[in-house]
Nanobody
């Protein structure tokens, strides 16, 4: 059974930066980040292929967020810059057994515990 353990996040002022790490136990998987604000659906942020050679970003993340991975550590990262109050949400790490990168949460097989990000104005 795969487990995803997240770290990072927290409270930051608008314009600041935060980062996340997600450690996947057991195997190398396609990884992604999602977020969910109160009263809203879970939103795709970014995904990365098993090798790290392909990445895919949601509209809200383009030009501000960077997804990366270190397969030697079975860890995926999300670096978030130029944060805005509308980035406030619970952020989730996700992983899937398949190779393709998807935006839909239903395509992902495993989920991290979620971490709160709050961006103050």
């Amino acid at each position: 059974q795969v487990q995803l353990v997240q770290s990072g996040g927290g409270l930051v002022q608008a314009g600041g930066s935060l980062s996340f790490a997600c450690v996947a136990s057991g195997r190398t998987l396609t990884m992604a980040w999602f977020r969910q604000a109160p009263g809203k659906e879970r939103e795709f942020v970014a995904a990365i292929s098993r090798s790290g050679s392909s990445t895919f970003y949601g509209d809200s993340a383009k030009d501000r967020f960077t997804i990366s991975r270190d397969n030697a550590k079975n860890t995926a990262y999300l670096q978030m810059n130029s944060l805005k109050p509308e980035d406030t949400a619970v952020y989730y790490c996700a992983a899937r057994l398949g190779l393709a990168l998807f935006q839909s949460p239903s395509e992902y097989d495993y989920w991290g515990q979620g971490t709160q990000v709050t961006v103050s104005s």
